[in-house]
């Protein structure tokens, strides 16, 4: 199996200590062969920049396959699809079957947001979509929302699998107390409600400083914010100009040292902007979150609240709705054995249905029926991939 990807660089467009923005740069890492291409790297913020981004990954990619040996088959994944478009070249030059991920409605996803507004803009980037679906062998959409969309556009129901995001429950699983992070960061004794991940045009996070705000008299509530993204410098001016002490904003964090946040945090935070696009998401950090036992604080609405709702790990609130999401804290705050009975059924629950190896064996199954099972024995699985 051979992996093309690009240098780590995400979110901030700076390529991580230890790896270099070269044409070509080849590593192992699990036993899978790992091979990294030049792509013009930005910071994750600003439509036209971050469309190089994608772009020149596409072409970087689409170049470098010539060198690779035959595959089996390619996959491509697309959370943009100028990244997923790299597969349709590659396996049209290299004649192989073709497995599309959407992991993201484009360009519906960046209309949403108001990212572009043009009209001639939005209906050429529909058109590649319809392109690309039309000419996938196979597409694994991440939701089943996702694929109901694809349905709607035409795109023949027997081609499209859906194969959700899972998590690592070897990795994301419950931690006792980090009392050393506590007091480092001044939260020994709070009540903390954490959000962790992209601070991002399509999570509305202004929602939690305008809770915070409100809730400014209770000092034993403490917000924890931990990430990055292109909305970061825009909340952290609009925290110091709205004078609030009890919302903590940390840069992202080395792996290795989440489940020490994870262990602090009494609630977590899942956010998007209310539309209707996002009601056919499941944002990531949800699985991530049950996973840790943590009840969640969910302002998504759609196949998302679904999920919580039949999981029994959390509380919903109306995405934007400041006046929710301060009665779900408080409500949280107060009722401990609400939280402990919340988390337990979290972890329950993706132990059951979204365990991320079950999910891989999933999307394995699908390689191999397009391939006619040729992939198992080969071993010769090509995926571009960013």
Not at 64 to 76: E, F, G, H, Q, Y
Not at 132 to 158: H, Q, W
Request: glycine share 6%; charged share 25%.
């Amino acid at each position: 199996m051979t992996v093309v990807t690009c240098a780590p660089n995400h979110p901030q467009g700076r390529v991580y200590e230890g790896y270099r923005n070269r044409i070509y740069q080849r590593e192992t890492k699990d036993g899978i062969n790992v091979v990294r291409v030049w792509t013009f790297v930005t910071a994750n913020e600003g439509f036209f920049k971050r469309t190089l981004n994608y772009i020149s990954y596409m072409c970087s990619a689409i170049m470098i396959s010539l060198l690779l040996p035959k595959a089996d088959v390619v996959l491509s994944t697309s959370p943009q699809f100028f990244n997923g478009l790299a597969g349709y070249c590659v396996s049209k030059m290299k004649r192989i079957p073709w497995v599309l991920e959407i992991r993201d409605l484009w360009p519906e996803s960046i209309v949403a947001v108001g990212a572009i507004k043009n009209p001639a803009i939005i209906k050429m980037l529909e058109w590649i979509e319809r392109f690309a679906y039309r000419k996938a062998d196979r597409i694994v959409p991440v939701t089943d929302s996702f694929k109901t969309c694809m349905l709607n556009k035409g795109i023949e129901a027997n081609k499209i699998c859906v194969v959700k995001n899972g998590v690592d429950l070897a990795q994301y699983r419950p931690v006792d107390g980090a009392p050393g992070l506590a007091e480092e960061l001044g939260l020994k004794g709070k009540f903390v409600v954490s959000y962790f991940g992209t601070h991002g045009m399509a999570h509305h996070l202004e929602t939690i400083l305008e809770a915070a705000r409100r809730l400014s008299a209770s000092p034993n509530i403490v917000f924890l914010m931990v990430g990055d993204g292109a909305e970061r410098q825009a909340l952290l001016r609009m925290r110091d100009a709205m004078g609030l002490n009890n919302v903590m904003m940390l840069d992202q964090q080395p792996k290795h040292r989440m489940p020490e946040f994870w262990a602090i945090s009494d609630v977590s935070l899942v956010l998007l902007k209310k539309s209707e696009l996002f009601k056919t998401v499941i944002p990531s950090k949800i699985f991530e979150s049950l996973a840790m036992a943590k009840p969640i604080v969910l302002g998504v609405e759609g196949e998302s609240a679904e999920l919580l709702k039949t999981a029994q790990a959390g509380l919903c609130v109306e995405p934007e709705n400041v006046e929710q999401l301060v009665a779900r804290v408080m409500e949280l705050s107060h009722d401990m054995e609400l939280r402990q009975q919340l988390g337990r059924n979290g972890r329950r629950f993706v132990m059951e249905q979204f365990d991320r190896m079950v999910l891989a064996r999933k999307l394995f199954s699908v390689i191999e029926m397009v391939c006619g099972g040729s992939a198992l024995q080969a071993g010769g699985v090509s995926i571009p991939a960013r």
